[in-house]
T-cell receptor
Framework: GQQVMQIPQYQHVQEGEDFTTYCNSS?????IQWYKQRPGGHPVFLIQ?????EVKKQKRLTFQFGEAKKNSSLHITATQTTDVGTYFC????????????FGKGTKLSVKP | EAQVTQNPRYLITVTGKKLTVTCSQN?????MSWYRQDPGLGLRQIYY???????DKGDVPEGYKVSRKEKRNFPLILESPSPNQTSLYFC???????????FGDGTRLSIL
């Protein structure tokens, strides 16, 4: 089946350091979504990228969609303890059919 | 309040005893989906539904059944649960398969 590769699997940072997680696909994507799951919680939608080369920002979070629409990244500037959690990308295969494939996630821990 | 409600939140049961996990959404979403989450494997889609009476297999449908008789409800049925179905299950809904998913709080199943 389709696969989306997400790296790294884990990331430990000191508070104030930056953090980046990457998602890569072997096929061209129609769009990509990013979610955050706090420990013990459920995934919460962060953003959706649709256009080639798209860059979106949410405060300290920057999301990018590659020019070829085969990769994406989430960058957090100056991490805070509230950023702790697992970040997932999700890729939509099949257009409107909606078979959503999630990456395995990057678990971020932040040391105060 | 817009929400996706799953029940039960926790369940410990034994192999072979049929169980149903209910999922209900109050957002008039057409698309609903079930995922299971296992350590190191991320979120894997079990089944999804594009609309009433329209369901399709995700990546890991074996051992599960679903039905979509009403727009708001999408129950997950384990006819003969086995220990390898011990997992954390999430229901999600959205307006379409390409739109952001709204997740329930999760159901933790332990099958002994």
């Amino acid at each position: 089946g389709q696969q989306v590769m997400q790296i790294p699997q884990y990331q430990h940072v000191q508070e104030g350091e930056d953090f980046t997680t990457y998602c890569n696909s072997s096929t061209t994507l129609s769009n990509i979504q990013w979610y955050k799951q706090r420990p013990g919680g459920h995934p919460v939608f962060l953003i959706q990228l649709v256009k080639s080369g798209e860059v979106k920002k949410q405060k300290r979070l920057t999301f990018q969609f590659g020019e070829a629409k085969k990769n994406s990244s989430l960058h957090i500037t100056a991490t805070q303890t509230t950023d702790v959690g697992t970040y997932f990308c999700a890729e939509n295969y099949g257009g409107s059919q909606g078979n959503l494939i999630f990456g395995k996630g990057t678990k971020l821990s932040v040391k105060p | 309040e817009a929400q996706v409600t799953q029940n039960p939140r926790y369940l410990i049961t034994v192999t072979g005893k049929k169980l149903t996990v209910t999922c209900s959404q109050n957002m008039n979403h057409e698309y609903m989906s079930w995922y299971r989450q296992d350590p190191g494997l991320g979120l894997r889609q079990i089944y999804y539904s594009m609309n009433v009476e329209v369901t399709d297999k995700g990546d890991v449908p074996e051992g599960y059944k679903v039905s979509r008789k009403e727009k708001r409800n999408f129950p997950l049925i384990l006819e003969s649960p086995s220990p390898n179905q011990t997992s954390l299950y999430f229901c999600a809904s959205s307006f379409s398969g390409t739109q952001p998913q709204h997740f329930g709080d999760g159901t933790r199943l332990s099958i002994l």
